[in-house]
């Protein structure tokens, strides 16, 4: 099965360091979506890439965050200097375009101590 | 503002007892709306897409149907693996050309009591 992959699926990490997560999509798709949820809520969208060009960011998407997709295949989500308020759920979904269903990994869990 | 409000917020049914769930959404340049399941610890999984009013997909013992300002998701003789949170998203035009979005309700978390 060729389903969205997340790595790692935990992360337990100090307040104050840089966490990077990676997304491998469903090879045949072109967009990538990253999302946080946190306990009780709906995925909230963060960005999104068509291939490698990133071509939305939420306002949730501060300055510390930051997502790559290079060659438009794998993505990273890098988070610098964490806080408190970054501990959720990170999940990742890809889609064969714009109006087909998102398919989402498991996600990484994020939590700060 | 856009929203998107899923209700109850817990529901608890015993094996065998059918009842909806129920999706209202108040977003401008709806393009349609999706159904995902959600396991403890897992992601969504894609259950449905409905994509005009009028619209019904079905999948085992659940279905979904869509009306200009509303989802239902029916479950009949639901089973205790249909435990889970159900989640809707509304899917629309976003703020950048050719962007579209999904926002996504906060779900229903359903219990199927054996």
């Known amino acids: 099965d060729t389903g969205v992959s997340q790595n790692p699926r935990h992360k337990i990490t100090k307040r104050g360091q840089n966490v990077t997560f990676r997304c491998d999509p469903i090879?045949?798709?072109?967009?990538l979506y990253w999302y946080r949820q946190t306990l009780g809520q709906g995925p909230e969208f963060l960005t999104y890439?068509?291939?490698?060009?990133?071509?939305?960011k939420s306002r949730l998407l501060s300055d510390r965050f930051s997502a790559e997709r290079p060659k438009g295949s794998f993505s990273t989500l890098e988070i610098q200097r964490t806080e408190q308020g970054d501990s959720a759920m990170y999940l990742c979904?890809?889609?064969?375009?714009?109006?087909?269903?998102?398919?989402f990994g498991d996600g990484t869990r994020l939590s700060i101590l | 503002e856009d929203q998107v409000t899923q209700s109850p917020e817990a529901l608890r049914l015993q094996e065998g007892e059918s009842s909806s769930l129920n999706c209202s959404y108040t977003v401008s340049g709806l393009r349609g709306l999706f159904w995902y399941r959600q396991d403890p610890g897992k992601g969504p999984e894609f259950l449905f897409t409905?994509?005009?009013a009028g619209e019904e997909k079905e999948k085992e013992r659940l279905k979904a149907t869509l009306t200009k300002k509303e989802s239902f998701l029916h479950i009949t003789a639901p089973k205790p693996e249909d435990s889970a949170t159900y989640l809707c998203?509304?899917?629309?035009?976003?703020?950048?050309?050719?962007?579209?979005?999904?926002?996504f309700g906060k779900g229903t978390k359903l219990s199927v009591i054996p």
């Open positions: 090879s045949e798709h072109n967009r």
């Open positions: 890439f068509q291939n490698e060009a990133q071509l939305e």
């Open positions: 979904a890809s889609s064969a375009d714009g109006y087909q269903p998102q398919h």
């Open positions: 409905l994509y005009s």
């Open positions: 998203a509304v899917f629309y035009e976003g703020s950048g050309a050719g962007s579209y979005q999904l926002t």
